[in-house]
């Protein structure tokens, strides 16, 4: 019987990328520009917040990985259209998980996006 090691952040920032590119390699369930979004209103709500802080954080309410990031994309989307993805961080703070999306406007400006993952970060 081998020894396993439980995943260190390492490990699951490695997990997190894997997960995004195989999302990317499904049936897109990211609408493209113009078009009305397949996942459901519940999914998403954003209607008190704007993803510029950890309390203003947009907030995802889907139950895994698998739907929960292409949800996150979503949101990107549906308010920034023309948006540049720089960077990505995941990261706890008050008990919770945060996806920090740093991205390039299409005014370009640079800004974070703060997402609440905690309802899926885990997930699968």
């Known amino acids: 019987m081998q020894n396993h090691k439980p995943l260190g952040m390492i490990g699951w920032g490695i997990c997190l990328c894997l997960l995004a590119a195989l999302a990317g390699c499904a049936q897109p369930t990211i609408p493209a520009a113009?078009?009305?979004?397949?996942?459901?209103?519940?999914?998403?709500?954003?209607?008190?917040?704007?993803?510029?802080?950890f309390e203003k954080a947009v907030v995802i309410q889907e139950k895994t990985e698998i739907a929960g990031v292409p949800a996150e994309y979503t949101w990107l989307r549906d308010h920034y259209p023309s948006y540049k993805r720089i960077s990505q961080s995941m990261i706890s703070h008050d008990g919770k998980s945060y996806d920090i999306l740093h991205i390039e406007t299409e005014d370009r400006q640079e800004i974070d996006i703060y997402f609440d993952i905690s309802s899926f970060f885990g997930h699968f």
């Open 34 to 53: 113009g078009q009305e979004p397949d996942q459901p209103a519940a999914a998403i709500t954003d209607q008190q917040t704007e993803g510029s802080s």
